[in-house]
Structure formats: C-alpha cells, structure tokens
C-alpha cells in the first residue's frame, strides 16, 4: 500500500512556497506532498471564508478519490479552514459510503484550534482594533512588523526574502465564523511552539487544553521554535509530521 500524501497549508499571508525547506524531508522519507494556496491569500479579496473551504475540499477530494490517504498539516490561521472543511472527508467516513481514500490525520503547527462557530476574530478577543498584529485597509488585512511576528529564528536576510512574499489577506475569512470541528472526531496532533510571538504559547496551550476537554482526540508535543518552525525547524518538523501517523 501507497505511503500517505501529505497535504500543507500555509497560514494567513502565506504562499504555500514557505514549505519549501520542509516538503525534502518528507520526500526523502517516501512520502509525497501537495502545496496547497488559499484563494483569501491569492486572489484576494474574497468576500467569504467558504472559497477557502470549497478549495481544500477539492485538494482533498482529488486525492482520496485516487485511493489515497492523506495527511493535512495546517499552519496558524489555516486550522480553521482546514477544521471547518474536512470532518466528513474522513477515511473513517468515506469508508462508511463504500469510498476510497480520505483524511487520516491532522497536524496542527501552532494553529488556531477552534469549536465549531467560532472566528479568528472571536479566539483574538472579538475587536479587530485591538488585533496589534492586524493593519486593516477596506476588505484586506496586512501583517505589522512580520519578521519579527513570523521568522525570528531566521537569518535577516533569509526574514526579508520571506516578508516579501506575504500577500494581504482577505478581511472576510478572520471575520466568519468556523464551519465545523474536524480536530472533534479526525485524530490530530499539535506541536506547540514554545517561542512564538504571533500566537502565544498560553494561547495555544489553551486550545489544546480547549479541545482535550471537549473529547478531541488530540495529542500534542512542544519544540523551542517560533511561529515557522518548518523554516527554523524543517528536519524536526517533518519528523513530526511523520511520527503523528504511528
């Protein structure tokens, strides 16, 4: 039987290129990975969180309908899209409909973890003024001083190469509710990071903490990195990556 196919997405700003220092890691292990980009991030604006769902939904559809499993990895903001997209994309739940393939495993890089109804704005406090990090302009959002929220740890050059890259973001998707729990009932692991200055590490604590309590079968571990540990971090990220599926 095929190795699992790792799905990666990026966080909010983030082209899926960021994962270019860990995606070798994963395929000198034998495992194949798949990009994935946010229409909120490229095309934005959009004007509604579903086009990021119906987007990955269709990633993943493409490759369980292939007979693979897959593993979805999610950095920051994109555990809500992921979470409110994948529940019934299960292999446990495709299996139920006589279907081949489906979502084995999620893996969280400090990520938004969030019950079912809940946007990044309501997990950030619920007033977008107060959001330091957030420069809004109409109906997108830029990032306040990036390198230091998401590549410390980096060389400087190598923090400016990756600042360049960031795109704004569409205003909608922080502001919509999630539409679904997937970390509920899809075992997930978490690594938490120790360092981060975009999502504190009491805050994802917290949502581990959050989601152990409501049943979640959730596992998490915690490595001494900042917010992009697959930047700072590639070869241990991708070894835990790969351990989430034993």
Known sequence: MSKPVFVLCPGAWHPAEV????????????????????????????????????SIRATILHEAEAG???????????????????????????????????????????????????????????????VAMWDIQGDLVYVNNPAHHFFQGLPEDEQHHWVSKLKPHSRATKRDPSRGAAYMTIPSVYLI??????????????????????????????????HSPFLTHPKETAEFCIRALD
């Open 19 to 54: 994962y270019g220092k860990l995606t070798p890691h994963l395929e000198a292990k034998g495992y194949r990975t798949v990009l994935h980009d946010w229409p909120s991030i490229q095309q934005a604006p959009v004007q509604s969180f579903d086009e990021d769902i119906q």
């Open 68 to 130: 693979n499993d897959v593993v979805v990895v999610a950095h920051s903001w994109s555990g809500s899209p992921v979470n409110s997209a994948v529940a019934d994309l299960s292999k446990a739940e495709r299996a139920k409909q006589g279907k081949p393939g489906g979502v084995i495993k999620l893996v969280f890089l400090c990520a938004f973890v969030v019950p079912d109804g809940v946007s990044l704005l309501d997990a950030l406090g619920g007033d977008e003024t107060k």
């Open 193 to 226: 990071c120790e360092d981060d200055a975009a999502i504190p590490v009491f805050a994802q604590e917290g949502m581990v903490k959050q989601a152990h309590e409501a049943g979640a079968p959730l596992t998490s571990e915690k490595i001494k990195a900042a």
